[in-house]
């Protein structure tokens, strides 16, 4: 059954687990925080096309999101506000509504599909590619502060690792897509070492 959620459309993409801060000014966004409380949640899909600030179908939003769950708010007299917010399940678009005034769509969530189990080489190959990634940096000067800590479920595991890895929004959409942990460790394997050669060239030149 789908369910009508608020949506906060962005130009980069909201993984399940990864921390959203946001500055909420927009009119239409002071309502959505409004009508959703203190501890309330929204849809976050990414924008393919388009700007963060149009109103209407002047832009093209991708249709799967990721579920933001409000962690901690704080209002202005302005009536401004900021939050932190959390990614938890990932969802499809099944069809938008009127923006009465944000958007709003009826979406179903999109739960992992079972797969074959994650071999232990194979998720070790992934995270061997992310320091791979942290060692181009070091190389070149760029300190990337002290190894993050990961969960030891690759389905977890694998957005924590394409939340904190010098990805652009398409790959991690491409990550987000994925249906099961096994994939998206095979994916995040590719993207990663791809960006390590990328980073060498560019930090090089």
Known sequence: MSIRLPQFPLSSVLLPTML?????????????VTDIGDEGEFGVPLIERGSEVS???????????????VLRRESFDDGR???????????????????????????DLLP?????????????????MFELCRSVFERHGINTGSAP????????????????SPLGELDRYDVLRKRTAGERVALLTEQL?????????RLSS
């Open 193 to 201: 070492e791809a960006a390590a050669a990328t980073l060498e060239f």
């Open 81 to 107: 506000s900021t939050m932190l917010c959390v990614g938890t399940d990932r969802f499809q678009i099944d069809h938008w509504l009127d923006d009465d005034p944000y958007p709003v769509a009826n979406i």
């Open 149 to 164: 800590a990961f969960d030891a479920d690759p389905a977890i595991a694998t957005f924590q690792v394409a939340s904190q």
């Open 55 to 69: 109103t209407g179908n002047r832009d093209v939003r991708a249709t799967i999101g990721v579920i933001a769950k």
């Open 112 to 128: 992992d599909l079972d797969g074959p189990a994650c071999e232990a080489s194979a998720v070790g190959e992934m995270f061997s």
């Open 20 to 32: 959203l801060p946001l500055h909420i000014f927009e009119p239409r966004y002071r309502q959505l």
